[in-house]
């Protein structure tokens, strides 16, 4: 009898584990501290954008929170850099590093006012400046790190496998990023772009 409870415990224990393990992440501290700075600093304050590069880049990462509906109306894969320039990465695809150097082909962490519209060369030819607004993020305009589309991204998750690599750009798919793009246009206020990690 002792054993049949303990095993039915255990399972209980290990079960509830993986359940709370799969529950997304709780972002409320993230939400409230991005409208603050938002409302301080003269940004939208009718949504932002979050990316969470410590979450695998076959699953959606890139989030766009409503702060209105308190919730996020959208999501999607985004890519995060190889990082391989100054020094061999060979965890590239399973983990994000950071770097602020110019030609480092790094992510680099912080909050972003999201600049000019441009065209580019890839996707749907169309990009947005980057303007970082942190000292882990700050030479984005000099290192060309904008917000823009590559075919090459899928539109829906593609977990186990992995995103592409990018050089430091956060980089969407074409579907998703006219999306953002129809959004961006709309915009009266500077919208901000915060990578986590």
């Known amino acids: 009898m002792r054993k049949i409870v303990l095993i039915t415990l255990l399972s209980f224990i290990c079960c509830n584990n993986s359940k709370s393990e799969a529950l997304p992440k709780d972002y409320n501290a993230k ?27 076959g699953k959606n990462r890139f989030f766009v929170y409503d702060f209105k509906q308190q919730k996020i109306i959208d999501q999607n894969l985004v890519t995060h850099g190889s990082c391989d320039m100054l020094e061999d990465n060979d965890e590239k695809w399973e983990k994000a590093k950071f770097n602020n150097k110019n030609d480092s082909h790094c992510s680099a962490k912080g909050k972003y006012k999201i600049g000019k519209r441009d065209t580019s060369a890839w996707g749907i030819k169309i990009k947005y400046w980057l303007h970082g607004l942190e000292s882990s993020n700050n030479n984005a305009v000099s290192r060309v790190v904008v917000l823009h589309s590559w075919d090459a991204v899928s539109d829906k998750e593609v977990y186990p496998n992995y995103s592409p ?4 750009c956060p980089a969407v ?8 793009d129809t959004k961006l246009q709309k915009a009266v ?9």
Do not use: R
């Open 173 to 180: 798919s074409d579907a998703f990023m006219t999306k953002l």
């Open 165 to 168: 690599l990018s050089w430091g």
């Open 31 to 57: 939400h409230t501290e991005a409208l603050a700075f938002c409302k301080k600093n003269g940004f939208n304050e009718d949504y932002y954008f979050l990316i969470d590069l410590s979450i695998h880049s």
């Open 189 to 197: 206020k500077p919208v901000l772009l915060w990578i986590v990690d």
